[in-house]
């Protein structure tokens, strides 16, 4: 039985209606088909090439072509704008239109009006999801910040081709790579990434390639369309990732590497706490991880995150392997006290050539090659087939979910009712390599100064509301 030929007509088929997560007070909302929280637009323009100054309040920007910031300008993005990028691409190639940031971006939502980046309203269709109709947004070597808040990013991940940018400036590889929504490539950049919702894309929700950066307070949803993660980060990053809902990423929520480190990109250094992945690598096409990967080197602190039907545990290849910057586990990393829980659901997708593993509980107990049993997840609480460790959540539930559905329903509630297991047992923060890397000294973007959520005591991005 084809199993791979399985996976690729499922997820072709699974009903797609994304909305903004309305359970915490960071998120933004997505009021009605526009993304934004105005009926009428006040000005509308069309852009291609240089774009640099401000994109006021309210308007729409009709992007017909590539796009970029040069070097040493700046574009500002107010609230309540909707730039909506042509599916038609560019030349007769039709190569994905690319958002090119070589100088610096601001993208300035609110909560009630978030900025969105998207297609025209009628393509937006569940057909849509995962084809990655425009290219995303590629942060050059060249830019030195970037602020992404309250945004919408949607419909993103086209193919790298011939006539790409990205290709061009070696960034990508044309015919083999395909856009995350956002890539970062200055090692000295500062990237602050929050209260903003990154789904419907055929890649990698984030892909960081360099810099400083705090990834927190986002929903992703539908990353990836036969591989890649929500959340990628190589060497040459010092990354804070905390209070994230992540849902079903097709292979992980984090995928934490320190690929690409050499004498001048220095060693991936990751703080990743609070997060909630659910539904995790069971869309994939193959195994390979399946919520939290760490590999070649880097050097992370991953506790009291709280993973919700995913297909594996925390994985590090290569573990025996310490402190090879080639493949190997940095041994001084802590990737502890977090909580897997599990549903009653069997997969729709099981590779019986391969581990065979058709449950969440099942892939946790997995005897897994890249489980390093007694260092990784020794104090974590793990869900068995008896007892599936419910996190109790206020609105969702965990066997009523499918295991390969990348569906978000903004009904759903991640705060958790009173009595849940998931408020006690967690990692109370006080050790100081465990300490968020910009809770105290943030990180300053156009002037201002942001700051990393702290260490909460549950696991999860969120408590009782």
Known sequence: ?????????????????????????????????????????EQTETVSGEVEGTWTA??????????????????????????????????????PIEFTVEGNLYCEGTEANPVLLSIPEAERTED???????????ATKSCDEMLIDHTIIEYTGGQVTDGSPAASAGIYTAGDDAYPQITTNNINGNYVITNSIIRNGWSDGIYLMG??????????????????????????????????IMFSPNTNGLKLSSSGQSETRGQALIQAYNNTIINSGWRRDGEKGGCIYVEKNALVHVFNNLMVN?????????????????????????????????????????????????YAWEGYNYAHEDYNQGVVDAHSLIATQEDGKDPMFVNFDINGVSLTSYTYDDSWDFHVQSGSPVLTGAYDGTDATMAP????SGLTVNGETYTSPAVANHFGAYGIE
């Not at 992007?63 to 909506?84: A, C, D, N």
Request: some cysteine.
């Open 1 to 41: 039985m084809n199993f791979k030929k399985y996976l690729l007509a499922g997820t072709a088929m699974m009903a797609m209606s994304f909305f903004a997560a309305c359970s915490d007070d960071d998120q933004p909302t997505n009021n009605g088909g526009s993304g934004t929280g105005n009926d009428e637009p």
């Open 58 to 95: 309210n308007s729409v920007v009709n992007v017909s072509g590539h796009i970029t910031v040069p070097e040493g300008k700046s574009l500002t993005i107010e609230e309540g704008v909707q730039v909506i990028f042509s599916t038609s691409g560019v030349g007769t190639n039709h190569v």
């Open 128 to 138: 849509n999801t995962l084809k990655g109709m425009w290219g995303g947004i590629v």
């Open 211 to 244: 810099g400083n950066a705090i990834i927190a307070n986002n929903t992703f949803a539908a990353n990836g369309y036969d591989g890649a993660e929500a959340v990628n980060v190589k060497a040459g990053c010092k990354v804070d990732v905390a209070g994230n």
């Open 310 to 358: 995913c297909k594996f545990r925390a994985m590090t290849p290569s573990y025996t392997l310490a402190n090879d910057p080639e493949e190997g586990y940095a041994d001084a990393s802590v990737i502890d006290y977090n909580y897997y829980a599990s549903g009653s659901q069997e997969s729709e997708i099981v590779f019986e050539d391969e581990s065979g593993v058709a």
């Open 437 to 440: 890397f910009f809770q105290t």
